[in-house]
């Protein structure tokens, strides 16, 4: 069983920067990789960036590339969401993600990608 614990959400203003973290936590954890997701409300649960530990891979979603940056450290599984150039439109509870070492084909952005889902952690951007 994997525990996912999200922090570092809240209020920031357009133009800021905010900082989220997730740690990951469970016996014999083998994360092949993580993820951050975001919903807004009446929208559907979206990508926004994953990193594949085992070649430090990194994909973002393209409303996101440029701005956020995901990086983390494999050994304490955890994994940060660095959110620059905050505007309106990043306003979403953010969901931390991971997926355990198994077989099948790896997408990346999609949410059946991941088994494990944390509880999320909401972030506001005011204009």
């Known amino acids: 069983q994997v525990q996912l614990v999200e922090s570092g959400g809240g209020l920031a203003r357009a133009g800021d920067s905010l900082s989220l973290s997730c740690a990951a936590s469970?016996?014999?954890?083998?994360?092949?990789?993580m993820a951050w997701f975001r919903q807004a409300p009446g929208k559907d649960r979206e990508f926004v960036a994953a990193r594949v530990w085992d070649i430090g891979s990194t994909y973002y979603a393209g409303s996101v590339k440029g701005r956020f940056t995901i990086s983390g450290d494999k050994a304490k599984n955890t994994v940060y969401l660095q959110m620059n150039s905050l505007n309106p439109e990043d306003t979403a509870v953010y969901y931390c993600?991971?997926?355990?070492?198994?077989?099948?084909?790896?997408?990346?952005?999609?949410?059946?990608?991941?088994?494990?889902w944390g509880q999320g952690t909401q972030v506001t951007v005011s204009s």
């Open positions: 469970g016996r014999s954890l083998d994360l092949y990789a």
């Open positions: 993600a991971a997926r355990l070492r198994r077989g099948g084909i790896y997408y990346g952005a999609m949410k059946d990608d991941y088994g494990y």
